[in-house]
């Protein structure tokens, strides 16, 4: 199972993109036309016209890497197909991988603290 690291910013870009494209491809594609650069600690997570497959592209520290997963059946949960991107935390990366409808979590409200008697 991919756990991002602490901190580490999660986009999803929300038009299918060309699952042909390789790391540096989609590296370039989250810079250019949605303004999030993967080298800069971000991660970003794309789809494939098929809902059934996900990339991820993330700078390890070292290194971009890339991440693929296809789900045997069923698809993906993905928000509506418009131009930009939307943020996750990795929670909902993680339902989003496990092929769970991660739209449903939700933080839970702030609350405070009680006070000690």
Do not use: C
């Amino acid at each position: 199972m991919l756990t991002p690291p602490n901190g580490v910013a999660i986009f999803v870009a929300t038009r299918p993109v060309d699952f042909r494209k390789g790391a540096d491809s989609l590296a370039l594609l989250a810079r250019e036309t949605l303004g999030q650069d993967p080298l800069k600690g971000i991660a970003v997570v794309f789809r494939a016209k098929r809902a059934d497959r996900v990339k991820i592209v993330v700078w390890d520290g070292t290194g971009l890497s890339l991440y693929w997963k296809r789900l045997e059946s069923g698809a993906f949960k993905w928000p509506p197909v418009v131009d930009g991107t939307m943020r996750m935390n990795a929670a909902q990366l993680a339902a989003l991988l496990a092929g769970m409808d991660w739209t449903r979590m939700h933080a839970a409200p702030a609350r405070a603290p009680e006070a000690l008697a």
